[in-house]
């Protein structure tokens, strides 16, 4: 089983930043992917940031160029540095590991959600 912590979030004005962070804990062999979503009130659940365990990273149209995702390998976290953000960006944010608990089963975790307002 995998616990996914998340830290960060809060209320900030349009133009600010916000950074949030996700550490992973628990029994597993590897985690293959680290990422971001977000779900605004009435919409679907949407891909913000993604981190592969090489190295590569996507993100959403929508924020690219404004936020960041890191991600740390041997401590099995991942964070998303919010810049320049929009009222646009108001939603749950929730971080997101697919994990192996064995060589080969894949599982995927969420954590518990934080909170992210940008008020205009």
């Known amino acids: 089983q995998v616990q996914l912590v998340e830290s960060g979030g809060g209320l900030v004005q349009a133009g600010g930043s916000l950074r949030l962070s996700c550490a992973a804990s628990?029994?597993?062999?590897?985690?293959?992917?680290m990422a971001w979503y977000r779900q605004a009130p009435g919409k679907q659940r949407e891909l913000v940031a993604v981190a592969f365990s090489g190295g590569s990273t996507n993100y959403a149209d929508s924020v690219k160029g404004r936020f960041t995702i890191s991600r740390d390998n041997a401590k099995n976290t991942v964070a998303l540095q919010m810049n320049s953000l929009k009222p646009e960006d108001t939603a749950v944010y929730y971080c997101n590991a697919v994990a192996q608990r064995t060589p080969g089963y894949k599982y995927n975790y969420w954590g518990q959600g934080t909170q992210v307002t940008v008020s205009s």
């Open positions: 628990g029994t597993f062999f590897s985690i293959d992917v």
